[in-house]
């Protein structure tokens, strides 16, 4: 089991993140069961990024962590702020997205103005992206971190930005954290009017996967890595999630026709 063995800083966003260092000479940043939003955030972020990995999408590796009573002990910082009261991080098995390369040496980003960010080199894979985000009606808006390849594969001759998939939290559910499915409204960023999309063609690569790769027997093989404390030991609605995922497989591609044909107009170049 990976352990974490120092508290680095903590992150922006509702879930009070924490980069932290492991026992693996990586660094991830970890998310607590009693982190303000909800439990359940944990089985999505496990499940949602285990399953965009299996669609081929740009994810980071993601690991179950575990935090000592000693180390919250001995690192005040590790403590959630709420509105009028600051409780200690719980000890036990937390989420941790593995941070690509060395925080020293790379900084990330959330955003990139537009002129860079149609210089990603995987900005393509956005489309993928959005195939995952109707299938798993995540609720959030998608969210990535863009870095730049140099520092991180440490190869001087390539210049572009990469980027990879993060906070898969609310993938899944709805704002209460419970594994219930809505209708998927915030998920189409303002950026995809230049990702370059032409035609449904644009994300036939996912949508074949989804449909041949993600059967019912890996979704429940899945399922079982996760630790069941972060479902409350509820194993019927971690099934029940399972299952519904499986079933709204052949909606997607009538959900991507539906944003494409929103007043929005995501799409410029799909004729
Ligand atoms: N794997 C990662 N590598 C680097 N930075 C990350 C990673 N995961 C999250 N972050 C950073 O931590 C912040 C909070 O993480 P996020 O998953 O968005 O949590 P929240 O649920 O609080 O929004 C992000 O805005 C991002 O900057
Ligand atoms: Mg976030």
Excluded at 3 to 32: N, P
Aim: charged residues 25%; proline residues 7%.
């Amino acid at each position: 089991m990976l352990q974490a063995l120092e508290q680095i800083r903590r992150m922006r966003g509702g879930a009070q993140s924490h980069l932290m260092r492991c026992s693996d000479g990586y660094y991830y940043v970890v998310k607590f069961q009693n982190n303000p939003q909800h439990r359940r955030i944990l089985v999505n972020e496990m499940l949602g990024t285990k399953l965009a990995a299996r669609l081929g999408l740009p994810t980071v590796p993601v690991a179950i962590v575990e935090v000592s009573e000693e180390l919250i002990r001995l690192t005040p910082e590790l403590a959630m702020e709420l509105p009028r009261t600051r409780i200690a991080c719980q000890p036990g098995l937390q989420f941790g997205a593995r941070y690509p390369g060395d925080p020293r040496q790379v900084t990330l980003h959330d955003f990139l103005p537009d002129e860079q960010l149609r210089e990603v080199e995987n900005l393509h894979e956005f489309a993928g992206m959005l195939v995952f985000d109707k299938w798993t009606c995540n609720t959030n808006g998608r969210q990535t971190v863009f870095f730049d390849e140099r520092k991180v594969e440490r190869d001087e001759a390539t210049v572009r930005y990469k980027t990879r998939m993060i906070d898969q939290g609310f993938a899944s559910t709805p704002g209460n954290g419970i594994f219930r499915m809505r209708r998927c409204a915030a998920c189409m960023p303002a950026t995809a009017s230049i990702w370059g999309v032409t035609g449904m063609e644009s994300f036939a690569p996912w949508l074949e996967l989804l449909e041949k790769r993600l059967s019912e027997r890996m979704l429940d093989e899945i399922g079982r890595e996760i630790p069941p404390a972060w479902y409350e030991d509820d194993y019927d609605a971690l099934v029940r999630l399972l299952e519904q995922l499986h079933r709204r497989r052949p909606r997607v591609p009538d959900l991507i026709l539906e944003a494409k044909k929103s007043s929005r107009q995501p799409f410029p170049n799909w004729m």
